[in-house]
């Protein structure tokens, strides 16, 4: 298993694109300067009325595919 931390900001107006079918993936970059890109499905329960904003552990299987996305403190 493979785990990823980041810090992600998103405005409203950000989210609301992703409401609005215009983005399927956030680019994010982890602690140690990888770019990494996962399916915007994954933020969703995160959203708040402000957006997302926060640090987050995204962990991936051996394949590269989502296991988690949490927010951590």
Known sequence: ???YYFFLRLTHEQCLAYYEGGI???QVVEDGGKRIRF???HIRRFVSAIGVSGRFRLQLDENNRFIALEKVN
């Open 1 to 3: 298993m493979q785990e």
């Open 39 to 41: 399916p915007a499905e």
């Open 24 to 26: 399927e993936s956030i």
